[in-house]
């Protein structure tokens, strides 16, 4: 895994050394005379839905929030003690319009990048950014990218991201690598475009059951004996499971009755544009293990257990933009979708048939829009799924006001209806209680809710989520595994969540707080009531302004609560209620900098183990929170 990323940071960075000398690969015009530097604000950044931002090399605290694994703020999520392993999630975080039901595996997709996560570029000159950040007991993190534009109108990017960690418990292995490639292209005359991307991904993880009973208790009493956690038992040394992907993705659009006009970017609109985007993506499952655990129960083999689930997911819309006078975007479209999941084999147990596969041709069709009304912005969509199995629908409406230059508030409506995951309507395995077949009816959930943004206040969330017919991974009875369970009473919560920064000087404070209430369905949605993260920090400019630094204190708290357990044969969470995990800080000491385009910095994690005289921090039950450690990165920008 190193070795290849090594060679393509390597063929990378010899790669725009060798542009950099061949400036005639840019049009005359695109690129600035020679020796004036391009602004900050020409290096684009373009997501799926044609939203824009610039490269960002500042430095600041949310900045160092994403310098981790999943390369995204990590505030809700409660890593385990390995770099790449499972998150347990301390909220509730629904993904809506989700008709396509999702694949096995799901703890393990926190790394998978969507199509909606895949950005692409525009850039003056070539760009590339090189992350590193230390592991665990011979770990590292790396993400290369690159991007250039061969001419002004086409533009590919290549990234790559591996991470290698062996942990510091016994058989606890991450291997993964992402690989990302992506092209852009508009015509000369403005009317077509094309945005598409390959994508690879491969996330394997050793599994160890968590640890052993006597262990726990010396982990618990912090038995000096054992600081070396590889002396602690674990359940077992012989299992792995690995999610691998690949997907192909393209979108293109061309606009009817558009031109640019003689002089600058203006354009003339014709009466709209049509688009189309088609999607292929092929995803497999494994989980392996060398001798049956008895605790998992009853196999139907001896040795060498292995149990593959593939699927395959095809999607492809058809849309048009209208342009209607007082709307600023009307957008209809029409799908058709295709997924076939399962595996090689039948199953004939006696209590029935279990099939190999669930497969189904479907059409979508619906309407994403924007408007104003007086003096609100409106932006929304409606989608319905003509599914034989499992119907779905989504109405998703927001609401935007301004209140002067430093006020803004937005409501929003959501209405979702979607099939539950096709785990849990078809596994098998060689463990005789991870067989079974279900249909579920659709999970119905209504959000209601809404943000202030505010320079005063700070940001304030608030949101209101009803959840009929919620399918989760409960206990099977006194056998302590995994089952998919359909609630039949309802799930109600609330969430309130607020952000706010602050500086004094050269001191800065920022707070995130979040309060959970689940109402109604509490056993089956288990979450903390409190969660907060609360930064203290000084900021100065040393060495005659050329270098910004940043050093402070950082706390993560969440209060304590019936966490969801960890199943390493389906990769999956759920729902337990004997052991409670939290109650405990999480403080992290750091250091950063940035001299010119390079930043660099220094956390000790979970500093305030040090004071603790017992060990109470978990993940999940059975899984211990990692240790106190010294970790070390950067993230540098090269600007050709």
Known sequence: ???????????GLSLISALGQDSGSFQEGFRPPPKEKPGIDLYQVISIHGDTTMVDTTLSLQKLSRFNYLRKDDLTLLTFSNVG????????????????????????????????????????????????????????QLDAFFTVNTSERLNISLAYKGVRSLGQYQHILNSTGNFRGTLSYDSEDGRYYLKGHLAAQDILNQQNGGLTENALLLFENNDPEFSDRGRLDVRFEDAENQLRGTRYFVNQQYQLGTRKTQGDDLQKKGWGYIGATNSFENKTYQYKQKDPFEAFGDAYVTADLKTKTTGVFVSSEVYSGLNVKGIKRLEPF??????????????????????????????????????????????????????????GSLID?????????????????????????????LNQSDYQRYNWQHSWGAVRTQTIGGQLDSRIFGTLNARYTNIDGYVYFGMNGSDQSPL?????????????????????????YESNIVYQNVLSGQAVMPLPELLLRQSLYFQDAWFD???????????????????KSYDPIL????????????????????????????RFFLI???????????????SAPGYPYRDAIVRFGLVWNFFQ
């Not at 895994?1 to 063929?11: R, S």
């Not at 004939?348 to 104003?372: C, M, N, P």
């Not at 109650?583 to 950063?592: C, G, K, M």
């Open 604 to 618: 000790y994690e979970h500093f305030n183990q040090m004071f603790s005289s017992s060990r109470n921090q978990f």
């Open 334 to 391: 029409v799908g058709h979708h295709y997924y076939r999941y399962g595996y090689d084999r039948l199953l004939d147990l006696s209590e029935g048939l279990i099939e190999d596969q669930i497969k189904e041709h479907f059409y979508t069709a619906g309407v994403r829009w924007e408007g104003q009304y007086k003096q609100w912005g409106l932006k929304g969509q409606f989608k319905k799924s003509f599914s034989a199995l499992v119907p």
């Open 397 to 425: 409406v927001a609401a935007t006001r301004s209140f002067g230059k430093d006020t803004e508030l937005t409501a929003i409506f959501v209405r979702d209806e979607t099939p539950a995951a096709l785990n849990m309507q």
């Open 545 to 563: 302004k050329a270098a910004l630094i940043q050093t402070g204190v950082r706390a993560k708290y969440f209060s304590a609560y019936y966490a």
């Open 1 to 11: 895994m190193m070795k290849k990323t090594l060679v393509l940071l390597f063929w």
């Open 484 to 508: 998919p369970i359909q609630d039949q009473s309802g799930v109600e919560l609330i969430e309130l969540r607020h952000d706010k920064a602050l500086t004094w000087g050269k001191l800065g």
């Open 85 to 140: 392993q499972a998150y347990n999630r301390l909220t509730y975080d629904p993904q809506y319009g989700q008709l396509m039901p999702l694949f096995a595996a799901q703890s393990q997709h926190e790394n998978y990048q969507s199509a909606e996560e895949i950005n692409y570029y525009r850039v003056p000159t070539p760009l590339s950014e090189l992350y590193f950040k230390t592991g665990f007991e011979q770990g590292q």
């Open 571 to 598: 990769a999956e969470f759920y729902v337990q209620n004997e052991q409670e995990i939290g109650n405990f800080p999480l403080v992290d000491l750091f250091f950063q900098a940035k001299i010119r385009q390079t």
